[in-house]
């Protein structure tokens, strides 16, 4: 059974940082693409950053540039959202969510997310 | 870009619910449907645009093509009560979401 559980959620204040991680099993890791999908109080969803199996290709919304960085470790089964300078409209709550392969783009397995407050 | 109609749908139980999924650009049959009910994550019920996804009932068909996608539920059961989000997965790797479609049993 295909199990993601992220972590690292909280309350941070603007221009802090912190890390997310997901932690999966179930499945061959580095076979599958791994998204971050958020969403904001009361909000849809939006797609975030993706990486791909190999940890060799990695993407990113535009308002996310330059400030997040999405990465993998395929030797414990865990991607990681790196999140710096964060702003208020960062606020959400941030799925893990798995591939069907490595470069499908729709996901039918997800963790249960973790909430991010970024609030003074 | 993304665009669902209606807002919200109210349905009595047993009757047909039809949700709407536009894109301003073609997305080919790159196109997935979601559930996401109140403090769960999202479920994925259909792609390709027609494929069930594992544990899908019967009840839930896609169909479209190209710019145009619909989301049938044949008879709307209590436990439908969610929202329906469209995704395009065609502008690899920037995938959108729809802003959804509230589905209420009337």
């Known amino acids: 059974e295909v199990q993601l559980l992220e972590s690292g959620g909280g309350l941070v204040q603007p221009g802090g940082s912190l890390r997310l991680s997901c932690a999966s099993s179930?499945?061959?890791?580095?076979?599958?693409?791994l998204a971050w999908v958020r969403q904001g109080p009361g909000k849809g969803l939006e797609w975030v950053s993706a990486i791909s199996g190999s940890g060799g290709s990695k993407y990113y919304i535009d308002s996310v540039k330059g400030r997040f960085i999405i990465s993998r470790d395929n030797s414990k089964n865990t991607v990681y959202l790196q999140m710096n300078s964060l702003r208020a409209e960062d606020t959400a709550v941030y799925y893990c969510a798995k591939d069907r392969s490595d470069s499908t783009g729709y996901y039918p397995n997800w963790g249960q997310g973790t909430l991010v407050t970024v609030s003074s | 870009v993304m665009t669902q109609s209606p807002a919200t749908l109210s349905v009595s139980p047993g009757e047909r619910a039809t949700l709407s999924c536009r894109a301003s650009q073609s997305v080919s049959d790159n196109l997935a449907w979601y559930q996401q009910k109140p403090g769960q994550a999202p479920r994925l019920l259909i792609y390709?645009?027609?494929t069930r996804a594992t544990g899908t009932p019967d009840r839930f068909s896609g169909s479209g093509s190209g710019t145009e996608f619909t989301l049938t539920i044949s008879s709307l059961q209590s436990e439908d009560s969610a929202v329906y989000y469209c995704?395009?997965?065609?502008?690899?790797?920037?995938?959108?979401f729809g802003p959804g479609t509230k589905v209420e049993i009337k």
């Open positions: 179930g499945f061959t890791f580095s076979n599958f693409a």
């Open positions: 995704q395009q997965y065609d502008s690899w790797p920037l995938w959108t």
């Open positions: 390709g645009p027609s």
